[in-house]
T-cell receptor, first 117, second 119 residues
């Protein structure tokens, strides 16, 4: 089946620094990638949608200058949390969508736990 | 805008028994997909089942089946013969499908239901 990887799986950074999270589709080319944020025992909140080679579309309330998304290729998207603060600590999940001939399928990465100290 | 509501924050069931998780949604769209996703303690999201709105027949996947009531905008998940590995958080989700079935909206998730299967 289709695999989406995320790196790193866990990261701890100091307040004020930036951290980059990578999302890769390993065996398919994704037309669209999504970034979600999830707090413990809560639902997934969509942060932004990105298509290869174009600017990401951010959801209302998500600071685009703080959460930088780069979709460099059909298999790689990155999320950079700039000037991280403790309130940015969360679980970040990426997802990749691909056309399978008759419909789109969407696959999820394993997530990245970010802790800002 | 679409909304998805899961009114059961937590459920529990004994191993080998059957449990039903509830989900209701609100939309003005005529063509859409509905999903149930499972998120076990590993936190990897796993697709359990998908239902196309235009299909009257309820989707089934082994021990998992849905009761799709389009007029009532209800989409419940039934898990039969529950197993310890079914312990997870379950999310109901909605996705709009554009005319012709070639454009798809974003997934809208419900609040989730934490299911615990007891031995």
């Amino acid at each position: 089946g289709a695999v989406v990887s995320q790196h790193p799986s866990r990261v701890i950074c100091k307040s004020g620094t930036s951290v980059k999270i990578e999302c890769r589709s390993l065996d398919f080319q994704a037309t669209t990638m999504f970034w979600y944020r999830q707090f413990p025992k809560k639902s997934l909140m969509l942060m932004a949608t990105s298509n290869e080679g174009s600017k990401a579309t951010y959801e209302q309330g998500v600071e685009k200058d703080k959460f930088l998304i780069n979709h460099a290729s059909l298999t790689l998207s990155t999320l950079t949390v700039t000037s991280a603060h403790p309130e940015d600590s969360s679980f970040y999940i990426c997802s990749a969508r691909v056309w399978r001939g008759s419909s789109y399928e969407q696959y999820f990465g394993p997530g990245t736990r970010l802790t800002v100290t | 805008a679409q909304t998805v509501t899961q009114s059961q924050p937590e459920m529990s069931v004994q191993e080998a028994e059957t449990v039903t998780l509830s989900c209701t949604y609100d939309t003005s769209e005529s063509n859409y997909y509905l999903f149930w996703y499972k998120q076990p303690p590993s936190r990897q999201m796993i697709l359990v089942i998908r239902q196309e709105a235009y299909k009257q027949q309820n989707a089934t996947e082994n021990r998992f089946s849905v009761n799709f009531q389009k007029a009532a905008k209800s989409f419940s998940l039934k898990i039969s013969d529950s197993q310890l590995g079914d312990t997870a958080m379950y999310f109901c989700a909605f996705m709009r499908v554009g005319a012709g079935g070639t454009s798809y909206g974003k997934l809208t998730f419900g609040q989730g239901t934490i299911l615990t299967v007891h031995p």
